[in-house]
């Protein structure tokens, strides 16, 4: 069973800086995409940034040019440095580990694996 436990949320005035950590229970990397997502109470919740299959890196159209997602395989992390922080960035953080290859056998791994989520406010 994988574990994903998120950290460095906290409270940060407009324009500033967080950076997110998610530390893996296990070396999933090679089976598993590493993502982030976001989630406002009584929203759905959204894609931030994510690693895809050809190891390409993925942002939503909100990050322009301000969250760079990046993981470290030694340590089984994967962090999101976030800068430029607005009042709109204010959510819950994800992290997310979506399994990477289609699986045809009767047990598969669990298609997506989530932490518990990490709370990212932005106010003045």
């Known amino acids: 069973q994988v574990q994903l436990v998120e950290s460095g949320g906290g409270l940060v005035q407009p324009g500033g800086s967080l950076r997110l950590s998610c530390a893996a229970s296990g070396s999933i990397f090679s089976r598993y995409n590493m993502g982030w997502y976001r989630q406002v109470q009584g929203k759905q919740r959204e894609l931030v940034a994510k690693f895809t299959s050809s190891d390409i890196t993925y942002y939503a159209s909100f990050v322009q040019g301000r969250f760079t997602i990046s993981r470290d395989v030694a340590k089984n992390t994967v962090s999101l440095q976030i800068n430029s922080l607005k009042v709109e960035d204010t959510a819950t953080y994800y992290c997310?580990?979506?399994?990477?290859?289609?699986?045809?056998?009767?047990?598969?791994?669990?298609?997506?694996?989530w932490g518990q989520g990490t709370q990212v406010t932005v106010s003045s």
């Open positions: 997310n580990a979506h399994r990477g290859y289609d699986c045809f056998t009767p047990v598969c791994p669990p298609l997506d694996y």
